[in-house]
């Protein structure tokens, strides 16, 4: 069974960057061909797509939040991280972390992690 859990400060100020860290248990982030997915919701609206490393390390990012978002992985935890830079009140959301099969569907997700940004 696999299982994903989201980490991070549920308080972030505006202009800071908001890191968050999935943690994978019970498959690793590196099998082919799984895809690992940032996904978030803010208040009253669906989800969005951040962005995704892939099993080869590769990433991938929503063009609308490329230029302040970065993906990394840290394979010797079997984790992968998040970094939003420059974060506005327009940030706050539940984050979700969650795996897909290539280009199939999401097949595992983390509980979600509510973050604030506030002054």
């Known amino acids: 069974q696999v299982q994903l859990q989201e980490s991070g400060p549920g308080l972030v100020k505006p202009s800071q960057t908001l890191s968050l860290t999935c943690s994978v248990s019970?498959?690793?982030?590196?099998?082919?061909?799984?895809?690992w997915s940032w996904i978030r919701q803010p208040p009253g609206k669906g989800l969005e797509w951040m962005g995704a490393i892939a099993y080869s390390g590769i990433t991938y990012y929503s063009p609308s939040l490329k230029s302040r978002t970065s993906i990394s992985r840290d394979t010797s935890k079997n984790q992968f991280t998040l970094q939003l830079s420059s974060v506005t009140p327009e940030d706050t959301a539940v984050y979700y972390c969650?795996?897909?099969?290539?280009?199939?569907?999401?097949?595992?997700w983390g509980q979600g992690t509510q973050v604030t940004v506030s002054s």
């Open positions: 969650a795996r897909a099969n290539g280009l199939g569907p999401y097949d595992y």
């Open positions: 019970g498959g690793s982030i590196t099998t082919t061909y799984y895809w």
